[in-house]
């Protein structure tokens, strides 16, 4: 159908002549109400993100000589966190000389991801942003 009849067909009804497929060869298009398509198409996108689950990042934040009890309590809360299936991320704060010993720190997340393998793993391993190092953990 030429492009001028397919005009005048959607002028007839009332309605507008929207190109569906521009790249196929000839292009497609449909007689249609544009702002009821526009209208409709927003209402799936807002129905789409109402049933997309959204979860939260907790982060717990350490720093290289945390001792055991205060490390214990930290787990405790991790695992808390990911029994309710938050994703977390795991920060070591590194100060002044501390930054010497960055291995402590790669050693203290290894430590807790080997606690937190029941609950969780690893989804980005421990890397180093600045004077800090991050690990994240999602739930299983």
């Known amino acids: 159908m030429s492009v001028n009849d397919a005009l005048d067909a959607a002028r007839d009804e ?18 249609m109400d544009y702002g009821k398509y526009k209208y409709q198409a927003s209402k799936r996108l807002q129905d789409g993100k109402k049933k997309a689950k ?9 720093r290289p000589r945390t001792e055991q009890h205060d490390l214990d309590f930290k787990i405790r809360k991790l695992k808390k966190f990911l029994e309710k299936k938050d994703r977390v991320k795991v920060t070591v704060l590194f ?16 430590k807790i991801a080997q606690e937190l393998e029941d609950k969780g ?13 991050t690990m994240t953990l999602v739930p299983k």
Do not use: H, N
Request: negative net charge; aromatic residues 6%.
């Open 14 to 31: 009332g309605l507008d002549l929207v190109e569906v497929s521009p790249d196929s060869d000839p292009p497609v298009c449909k007689i």
């Open 54 to 62: 959204a979860f939260q990042v907790k982060e717990i934040r350490l």
């Open 95 to 110: 100060r002044g000389r501390e930054m010497a010993y960055m291995d402590a720190g790669v050693a203290l997340l290894e």
């Open 121 to 133: 793993t690893v989804d980005q391993p421990p890397r180093k942003e600045g004077w800090r190092l």
